[in-house]
């Protein structure tokens, strides 16, 4: 079993920066992957980060180049660092990791960005 907390999520300007942490209760060197996932009201969730255990990135177009996911191995956190946000990023994020090959995630942190 693995669990994640995540923190870091709130009210913040568009245009403004926002940093999500996500804590595993597990060495995120046994995780094959990590990433933070979001979802917006009738929304789907959507992909909004990923890294592997080797720490290779992807992001969708929506967001790459404005976020950045990186790992603190010795802390067991995943970090999204949230720059230029937008209105349209507002929506709940959410933690996700997988571990021979079943899905972890947390109970989402809000992120609402006023325009």
């Known amino acids: 079993q693995v669990q994640l907390v995540e923190s870091g999520g709130g009210l913040v300007q568009a245009g403004g920066p926002l940093r999500l942490s996500c804590t595993a209760s597990?060495?995120?060197?046994?995780?094959?992957?990590m990433g933070w996932y979001r979802q917006a009201p009738g929304n789907q969730r959507e992909l909004v980060a990923t890294i592997t255990s080797g720490g290779m990135t992807n992001y969708p177009d929506s967001v790459k180049g404005r976020f950045t996911i990186s790992r603190a191995n010795a802390k067991n956190t995943v970090y999204l660092q949230m720059n230029s946000l937008k209105p349209d990023d507002t929506a709940v994020y959410y933690c996700?990791?997988?571990?021979?090959?079943?899905?972890?995630w947390g109970q989402g942190t809000q992120v609402t960005v006023s325009s």
């Open positions: 996700n990791a997988r571990m021979l090959g079943k899905d972890y």
């Open positions: 597990v060495s995120i060197f046994r995780l094959n992957i």
